[in-house]
C-alpha cells in the first residue's frame, strides 16, 4: 500500500518529532538497569534461551502508553506485549533489541522504532541512550544525533566484496545446510567478518563504518525500525530474494546497490 496523502494529524515531521519523544521516554526507562544487576527470564522453554527483563516490558509499555494517548488510531506491533491492529499506521517496537548485550553490560543494544504508512516504511529509529547516540532516518535522509549535534549519515562507496567489511550478530543464527553454506560463500570473500553487534551493526552499516550486514531469522520487530535509517543514508536493504525487509526473515544490507547485488549473487548461488 503506497503512502496516502499528508494531513495535519499525520504530517511526517510531527511523527519524526514523536518518535523522538518516544525514545527520550524509553530511555529513561531502561538506563536505570543497564549494569545494574537486572534479573532475567527466559522466554523460551528447555535448553533454549532467550532473555527478557524488567527494562524490555517497561520501556514497551511507556511507549505503548504514549502513541495510544496521543494517536489511538496508530497500530503497534511489539516484541513484549504483541500487537495491536490500526488504520494506517503502524508502529514497530523492540525496546531493547540486543538483549544479551545488555544483560552482560556492552553497550551494542539500542531500542528500535519503526513507522510504517500502510505497508511502507516512513520511520526508522536506533536509539542508544547509554552512549547518547540516536540513529533517525526518512526516506529523505538519516542523521545520527549525539549529545544534541546532529550529523547526516552517509553509507560507505565500497562496491568490491573483496574490500567490504561484513557483519553479522552471530554465526548460529545461519541454519545449517543451504543458509549456513550461503553465508560462508560471502564470507569467504569478504574482506573481514565481524560476528556480534545485534541492531548497531546496521547503524554502523548507515554511518559508513560497515559495508555489508546480512542475517537471518529476523522478526519485523528486529527489522523495521532500521529500514530508513540505512535507506535514508543511501544504503539497500532487502532479504535474500530481493523482497522487502520490514517483514522479517533472511537480511542483507549493503552500502550500495552495487554492492547488494554481488552479495546477492553470492547468497543465491547453487554450486
Not at 516484541?79 to 531493547?96: A, Q, V
Not at 550461503?182 to 574482506?191: G, K, P, T, Y
Request: aromatic share 6%; with cysteine; glycine share 10%.
Amino acid at each position: 500500500m503506497a503512502p496516502q496523502a499528508t494531513s495535519p494529524d499525520t504530517d511526517l515531521d510531527a511523527l519524526v518529532a514523536f518518535a523522538n519523544e518516544l525514545a527520550d521516554a524509553s530511555g529513561k526507562v531502561i538506563l536505570p538497569y543497564f549494569r545494574a544487576g537486572t534479573l532475567v527470564d527466559n522466554k523460551e522453554d528447555g535448553r533454549k534461551f532467550d532473555p527478557v527483563t524488567a527494562a524490555d516490558r517497561e520501556a514497551e509499555r511507556v511507549i505503548r502508553e504514549r502513541i495510544e494517548t496521543v494517536y489511538p488510531g496508530h497500530g503497534i506491533i511489539g516484541e513484549e506485549l504483541g500487537s495491536k491492529p490500526g488504520e494506517r499506521f503502524t508502529w514497530i517496537l523492540d525496546p531493547i533489541d540486543g538483549t544479551r548485550s545488555f544483560i552482560t553490560g556492552l553497550p551494542l543494544w539500542g531500542t528500535l522504532i519503526g513507522l510504517l504508512d500502510g505497508d511502507t516504511p516512513v520511520v526508522g529509529m536506533m536509539d542508544q541512550p547509554y552512549t547518547q547516540e540516536r540513529f533517525i532516518g526518512t526516506a529523505a535522509a538519516s542523521h545520527l544525533i549525539c549529545k544534541g549535534t546532529a550529523t547526516r549519515l552517509t553509507a560507505s562507496d565500497t562496491v568490491s566484496l573483496d574490500q567490504a567489511k561484513l557483519a553479522a550478530t552471530h554465526p548460529d543464527m545461519f541454519r545449517p545446510g543451504d543458509e549456513a553454506d550461503a553465508f560462508a560463500r560471502l564470507q569467504s570473500v569478504a574482506r573481514m567478518t565481524r560476528f556480534g553487534g545485534d541492531c548497531y551493526l546496521y547503524a554502523m552499516l548507515a554511518a559508513g563504518q560497515i559495508d555489508l550486514v546480512v542475517e537471518a531469522g529476523m522478526n519485523t520487530y528486529d527489522i523495521a525500525g532500521l529500514v530508513c535509517v540505512i535507506e535514508g543514508a543511501g544504503g539497500v536493504i532487502t532479504t535474500w530474494d530481493g523482497g522487502p525487509a520490514h517483514p522479517g526473515g533472511r537480511m542483507v544490507a549493503a552500502a550500495n546497490q552495487t554492492l547488494h547485488q554481488k552479495a546477492l549473487d553470492v547468497l543465491n548461488a547453487r554450486c
